[in-house]
């Protein structure tokens, strides 16, 4: 048998670890595999481990078909080892491909409670030779495997009721497309050559061609009937869905005994499943009883039924009318917040709902807004038990990690039962009681009060940032020392609930103030000119040169050690759900980072530095071709990747790496459905017209100019406004789409054109030049007509016709940041003040509420500190510069910790530039060592 070098690389995805521990469960597997091979004469076998799956092939095995009827089989943590050891005797004898789980965390995120439905439960994939292949694996394995645990698989069919056993059509080798998104999806072409896409969706489809393997009245062409309404228990008829997940759904469902509507929870068999033999059923039975144990304190549903049915468990519960408490605090913050009197009545009702549960010796484990409901009359109910016990009990681990306690936090959801009940207690609830005031009265990210690591205490200077956050959320201002104590991070320090409420008491009906407080007096009328955006300074966190040097310190060594030159993506993707992109593209490929990195060389003079861009250009270089075709769009295509490259080359001093640069620019299409700036041919010709001048090659510059042409061509003129909607006729989800912004609209557009008309007037082409700087000149006049300025603030509709955005967004890909950037260079090309007035309007909405954004460069605070350093640099004046450092400090405040690096981002939103790390980084950069705006074109004769 032969592996690969790196057999198993355990904690790649989340860790960043480049060397984890190997243990005896993370080889498990991988030594039944072999063990089985080799006493069923499967010796020359290849075994190759990756980072989720090891592949199994035989020596004869040939070139697997595209698509067609494929198995999976399903299996617990405790039941995986015997499923595989069963499968492969099987497999290994019928000499069939296949796939399993590397090891046994694995098996457990397949099962767990949050996966992709369409995914979920698929332990062992086979890939048969043939449709009779197909029929006789489906059968052997079924028999065994009989008497075996493991999940139903939603998106499969099982071979026989109660089988792990399951079936489905859809992709072996098959066609994987580029969209015009840069997204890579699986598609199968059938023998008429229609082409369906292959969706791993929670129901059972196959495509027309394919005839059903087994003999079924199922298979027939009959016309399809409306399905009959679902009874649970032959009494609950399921009204609508509350919620689907993996672990089973929440219906509203009608009694047919009493004609009430109820609430009824579902718990699939075998989901959710642990090493100690328990999965979602078990811990249903729990919400049970913890139900029938709190329904003499009325803070929770009544419990009406629990049963069985095909193996999955059900529980009933009344319904209690209202909003859940996130729902209510939305509603009541997009008309400014609720009031302070009602504010303070809704906290009192929060503390006196947990000090009930707490006098009755109970912990909630989980107190968040998504678990209370506001009834019509404004009480609050606890609606989720599921996770709360009596206090002091051992119990598994839970919480949501943006409202848990540090200490929970820190001993993570793999620890003991017993480590689990010594921090799980009302102390730990009471630092979540805190979170949830925070969230009620500034609908903002629990991490500002709950902190932005696991494993460690809050800040020292948490209190101060409460205190800040307080002057831009007033609201907040009365509460900010209750929510302080409430979530300090000594345990035995938090306030008790009878501190809290009498400190509620003393709040409620005054206001927000303490009773005998005078009403303060207003004052002159604030200042509501974009001048008096300067002001907001004071509301943002001491900016502190050193902690931002540690961040771009820690950060790039960050970058450096999680590095995975061995697979297929150069760094992990981010935890959250995305797409499966280009690796190689600028948003959230290797090139972003790889700009970052240029610039972090380049900036500091560091040898490391530069090493590590050799090695990042060379994993690139290797790569510029290796796509189906090439996407012209700046962020998502390869004209970004291009720029990159060419950039770490010259840096390098390698002039054949520079040239392969150029030629991948060259080779990029100049007519595209789209003409925006991250996906289309603005961001393309934005590319063309850098290296241009890097390079003095005219090709590239003609090139741009045929890019600016079919621009133009796209331009919609519709009463007199100059607008670019995206095709229709384009393989995206923007198909259609038609905005103001930078990303896909008119802003990236217009700066393109404005680019474009300075390299046509350096060249001495004066027509061109003039109808570039027209085309320019319309779009920005057009963003002036558009915009909605309110309170000094501009804002922009979503979409064309639309209505402004309420909310100002601080987004630089379709919002005040990104339109901005734009307009401040058209004031600097043509003089015009209506557009320098308009852009400090767009600064002043940028910086208005840094701390509802995220800290990324496309959707939040680095986008915006970016744009507040071209205000800066084309004004000249230093206010911009103060606010561009106060944003840096808000991304200071939200550092988290790994592995004793501070990072400016967590694993959810991983290394990319888009919104993750290097983006971040690029930003602080710039702020510390100067330089330009990047992903710009820059004017100057080359």
Same mark, same amino acid.
């Given at each position: 048998m032969t592996s690969?070098?790196?057999?198993?690389?355990?904690?790649?995805?989340?860790?960043?670890?480049?060397c984890?521990?190997?243990?005896?469960?993370s080889l498990?597997?991988?030594?039944?595999?072999?063990?089985?091979?080799s006493?069923?004469?499967g010796?020359?076998?290849t075994?190759q481990?990756?980072?989720?799956w090891?592949?199994?092939?035989?020596?004869?095995?040939t070139v697997?078909?595209?698509?067609g009827?494929?198995?999976h089989l399903?299996a617990?943590?405790?039941?995986?080892?015997l499923?595989?050891a069963?499968?492969a005797?099987?497999?290994?004898r019928?000499?069939?491909?296949?796939?399993f789980?590397v090891?046994?965390?694995r098996?457990i995120?397949?099962?767990?409670?949050?996966?992709d439905?369409?995914?979920?439960?698929?332990?062992?994939?086979v890939?048969?030779?043939?449709?009779?292949?197909?029929r006789?694996l489906a059968?052997e394995?079924d028999?065994?495997t009989?008497?075996?645990?493991?999940p139903?698989?939603?998106?499969?069919r099982?071979?026989?009721?109660?089988s792990?056993?399951f079936?489905r059509y859809?992709q072996f080798?098959g066609d994987v497309?580029?969209?015009?998104?840069?997204?890579?999806?699986?598609w199968?072409?059938?023998?008429d050559?229609s082409?369906?896409?292959?969706e791993r969706?929670?129901?059972?489809?196959f495509?027309?061609w394919?005839?059903?393997?087994?003999?079924?009245p199922?298979?027939?062409?009959?016309?399809?009937?409306?399905?009959?309404?679902?009874?649970?228990?032959?009494?609950?008829?399921v009204l609508?869905?509350?919620?689907?997940a993996n672990?089973?759904?929440?219906?509203?469902?009608?009694?047919?005994?009493?004609g009430?509507e109820v609430v009824v929870?579902h718990?699939?068999?075998?989901?959710?499943?642990?090493l100690?033999?328990?999965?979602v059923?078990?811990?249903?039975r729990?919400?049970s009883?913890?139900?029938?144990?709190?329904?003499?304190?009325?803070v929770?549903p009544g419990k009406?039924?629990?049963f069985?049915?095909?193996?999955?468990l059900?529980?009933?519960?009344?319904l209690v009318?209202g909003q859940?408490?996130?729902?209510?605090q939305a509603a009541?913050?997009?008309?400014?917040?609720?009031?302070?009197?009602?504010?303070?009545?809704m906290a009192?009702r929060?503390?006196?709902l947990?000090?009930?549960?707490?006098?009755?010796?109970?912990?909630?484990?989980?107190f968040?807004?998504?678990n209370i409901?506001?009834?019509?009359?404004?009480?609050?109910?606890l609606i989720?038990?599921?996770?709360?016990?009596?206090?002091g009990?051992?119990?598994?681990?839970?919480?949501?990690?943006?409202?848990a306690?540090?200490e929970?936090r820190?001993l993570?959801?793999h620890?003991?039962?017993?480590?689990?009940?010594?921090?799980?207690?009302?102390e730990?609830?009471?630092?979540?009681?805190?979170?949830?005031?925070?969230?009620?009265?500034?609908?903002?990210?629990?991490?500002?009060?709950a902190?932005w690591?696991d494993g460690?205490g809050?800040?020292?200077?948490a209190?101060?940032?409460?205190?800040?956050?307080?002057?831009?959320h007033?609201?907040?201002?009365?509460?900010?020392e209750?929510?302080?104590?409430?979530?300090?991070?000594?345990?035995?320090?938090?306030?008790?609930l009878?501190h809290t409420l009498?400190r509620l008491?003393?709040?409620?009906?005054?206001?927000?103030?303490?009773p005998?407080?005078?009403t303060?007096?207003?004052?002159?009328?604030?200042?509501?000119?974009p001048?008096?955006?300067a002001?907001?300074?004071?509301?943002?966190?001491?900016f502190r040169?050193?902690?931002?040097?540690r961040l771009i310190?820690d950060?790039?060594a960050?970058?450096?050690?999680?590095?995975?030159?061995?697979?297929?993506t150069l760094?992990?993707a981010?935890?959250?759900?995305v797409?499966?992109?280009?690796?190689c593209?600028?948003w959230?490929g290797a090139a972003?980072v790889?700009?970052?990195?240029t610039?972090?060389?380049?900036?500091?003079?560091d040898s490391?530095a530069l090493?590590?861009?050799?090695?990042?250009a060379?994993?690139?270089d290797?790569?510029?071709f290796?796509?189906?075709?090439l996407l012209?769009g700046?962020?998502?295509?390869?004209?970004?990747t291009?720029w990159?490259?060419?950039d770490?080359?010259?840096?390098l001093g390698?002039?054949a790496?520079?040239a392969?640069a150029?030629?991948? &620019?060259?080779?990029?299409? +100049?007519?595209w459905? /789209?003409? #925006?700036?991250?996906?289309? *041919?603005? @961001? =393309?010709? %934005?590319?063309?017209?850098?290296?241009?001048?890097a390079t003095?090659?005219?090709r590239?510059?003609?090139a741009?100019f045929?890019?600016?042409?079919a621009?133009?061509?796209a331009?919609?003129r &519709?009463?007199?406004?100059? +607008?670019w909607?995206t /095709?229709? #006729?384009?393989?995206?989800a *923007?198909? @259609? =789409?038609? %905005?103001?912004?930078?990303?896909?609209?008119?802003?990236?557009v217009?700066?393109f054109?404005?680019?474009?008309?300075?390299?046509?007037e350096?060249?001495?082409?004066?027509g061109?030049?003039?109808?570039?700087t027209?085309a320019?000149?319309?779009?920005?006049d057009t963003?002036?007509?558009?915009?909605r300025?309110e309170?000094?603030?501009?804002?922009?509709?979503?979409?064309?016709?639309g209505k402004?955005?309420?909310?100002?967004?601080?987004q630089w890909?379709?919002?005040p940041?990104g339109?901005g950037?734009?307009?401040?260079?058209?004031?600097?090309a043509?003089g015009?003040?209506?557009?320098?007035?308009?852009?400090?309007?767009?600064?002043a909405?940028?910086?208005?509420?840094?701390?509802?954004?995220?800290?990324?460069?496309?959707?939040?605070?680095?986008?915006?500190g970016?744009?507040l350093?071209?205000?800066?640099?084309?004004?000249?004046e230093?206010?911009y510069r103060?606010?561009?450092?106060?944003i840096a400090?808000?991304?200071?405040?939200?550092?988290?910790?790994?592995?004793?690096?501070?990072?400016v981002?967590?694993?959810?939103?991983?290394?990319e530039?888009?919104?993750?790390?290097?983006g971040?980084?690029d930003f602080?950069?710039?702020?510390?060592?100067g330089g330009?705006?990047?992903w710009?074109?820059?004017?100057g004769?080359?």
């Amino acid at each position: 048998m032969t592996s690969n070098p790196h057999p198993v690389r355990r904690g790649d995805d989340t860790t960043g670890s480049a060397c984890p521990a190997v243990t005896a469960d993370s080889l498990l597997l991988l030594d039944v595999a072999h063990a089985v091979l080799s006493r069923s004469g499967g010796q020359r076998w290849t075994l190759q481990p990756t980072d989720v799956w090891c592949f199994a092939r035989p020596p004869e095995a040939t070139v697997r078909r595209k698509h067609g009827w494929k198995l999976h089989l399903s299996a617990t943590p405790l039941s995986a080892p015997l499923v595989l050891a069963r499968a492969a005797e099987v497999l290994t004898r019928r000499a069939a491909s296949f796939k399993f789980a590397v090891d046994l965390d694995r098996v457990i995120r397949l099962g767990d409670v949050w996966h992709d439905r369409g995914t979920g439960g698929k332990f062992v994939t086979v890939y048969p030779a043939d449709d009779d292949q197909f029929r006789t694996l489906a059968n052997e394995l079924d028999v065994a495997t009989a008497g075996l645990s493991g999940p139903r698989i939603l998106s499969d069919r099982p071979v026989r009721p109660g089988s792990l056993v399951f079936f489905r059509y859809g992709q072996f080798t098959g066609d994987v497309v580029l969209t015009d998104d840069g997204v890579f999806e699986p598609w199968m072409t059938g023998p008429d050559g229609s082409r369906i896409k292959d969706e791993r969706a929670a129901g059972f489809t196959f495509p027309p061609w394919a005839a059903y393997p087994f003999p079924s009245p199922e298979a027939s062409a009959a016309p399809k009937v409306a399905a009959a309404p679902v009874l649970l228990g032959g009494r609950f008829k399921v009204l609508r869905a509350v919620r689907h997940a993996n672990k089973g759904g929440v219906y509203r469902a009608l009694d047919e005994r009493t004609g009430h509507e109820v609430v009824v929870k579902h718990a699939r068999a075998h989901v959710g499943a642990r090493l100690d033999g328990t999965d979602v059923r078990d811990r249903l039975r729990e919400e049970s009883r913890m139900l029938e144990q709190l329904a003499p304190l009325g803070v929770t549903p009544g419990k009406l039924e629990l049963f069985e049915e095909q193996g999955d468990l059900f529980l009933v519960e009344e319904l209690v009318p209202g909003q859940p408490l996130h729902l209510w605090q939305a509603a009541r913050a997009r008309d400014g917040g609720p009031g302070a009197d009602e504010a303070a009545r809704m906290a009192a009702r929060l503390v006196r709902l947990l000090r009930t549960v707490h006098e009755a010796g109970f912990v909630v484990r989980d107190f968040k807004p998504h678990n209370i409901m506001v009834t019509p009359g404004g009480e609050v109910r606890l609606i989720d038990t599921e996770y709360v016990t009596e206090a002091g009990r051992e119990r598994a681990p839970a919480y949501t990690r943006g409202y848990a306690a540090p200490e929970v936090r820190a001993l993570g959801l793999h620890a003991s039962p017993a480590e689990s009940g010594k921090v799980a207690g009302p102390e730990a609830d009471r630092f979540s009681l805190g979170v949830v005031l925070f969230s009620l009265l500034t609908d903002l990210d629990p991490r500002w009060a709950a902190g932005w690591s696991d494993g460690t205490g809050r800040p020292e200077d948490a209190q101060r940032t409460l205190e800040l956050i307080a002057l831009a959320h007033p609201p907040l201002a009365p509460y900010a020392e209750l929510i302080g104590g409430l979530t300090r991070a000594d345990p035995g320090a938090r306030w008790t609930l009878p501190h809290t409420l009498a400190r509620l008491d003393d709040l409620e009906g005054t206001g927000g103030r303490p009773p005998g407080t005078p009403t303060p007096d207003p004052g002159p009328a604030p200042d509501r000119t974009p001048a008096g955006a300067a002001a907001t300074r004071a509301e943002l966190p001491p900016f502190r040169p050193a902690a931002i040097d540690r961040l771009i310190d820690d950060g790039l060594a960050h970058l450096r050690r999680t590095m995975t030159p061995w697979r297929a993506t150069l760094w992990p993707a981010p935890e959250r759900d995305v797409p499966h992109t280009d690796p190689c593209n600028t948003w959230n490929g290797a090139a972003g980072v790889l700009a970052t990195l240029t610039h972090a060389a380049r900036a500091r003079g560091d040898s490391y530095a530069l090493d590590t861009v050799a090695e990042v250009a060379g994993w690139l270089d290797e790569r510029l071709f290796d796509v189906p075709r090439l996407l012209p769009g700046l962020c998502f295509g390869r004209s970004g990747t291009a720029w990159a490259l060419h950039d770490a080359a010259r840096l390098l001093g390698d002039p054949a790496m520079a040239a392969r640069a150029v030629t991948l &620019a060259e080779r990029l299409p +100049t007519r595209w459905p /789209s003409p #925006d700036f991250t996906h289309g *041919l603005s @961001g =393309a010709g %934005t590319a063309l017209l850098h290296l241009w001048r890097a390079t003095a090659d005219d090709r590239l510059l003609d090139a741009a100019f045929a890019c600016a042409d079919a621009v133009l061509e796209a331009a919609d003129r &519709a009463d007199g406004d100059w +607008t670019w909607p995206t /095709s229709h #006729d384009t393989d995206s989800a *923007l198909a @259609g =789409a038609h %905005t103001y912004g930078f990303a896909h609209g008119t802003a990236g557009v217009g700066a393109f054109l404005l680019a474009a008309a300075a390299a046509a007037e350096d060249r001495g082409r004066a027509g061109e030049a003039a109808r570039l700087t027209a085309a320019a000149l319309g779009a920005g006049d057009t963003l002036v007509r558009a915009a909605r300025v309110e309170d000094g603030r501009a804002a922009w509709p979503a979409e064309v016709g639309g209505k402004p955005q309420l909310r100002p967004s601080t987004q630089w890909c379709n919002g005040p940041a990104g339109i901005g950037t734009f307009l401040i260079r058209l004031w600097s090309a043509t003089g015009l003040p209506r557009f320098a007035e308009l852009a400090e309007r767009a600064a002043a909405a940028g910086v208005c509420d840094p701390w509802r954004a995220i800290a990324g460069t496309c959707c939040g605070n680095a986008g915006t500190g970016h744009f507040l350093l071209d205000m800066a640099d084309f004004t000249g004046e230093a206010r911009y510069r103060s606010q561009a450092e106060g944003i840096a400090a808000v991304i200071g405040a939200q550092q988290c910790e790994s592995e004793g690096l501070l990072l400016v981002a967590d694993a959810a939103s991983g290394s990319e530039y888009g919104n993750g790390a290097a983006g971040i980084l690029d930003f602080l950069l710039r702020l510390r060592h100067g330089g330009t705006r990047p992903w710009t074109a820059v004017r100057g004769t080359p």
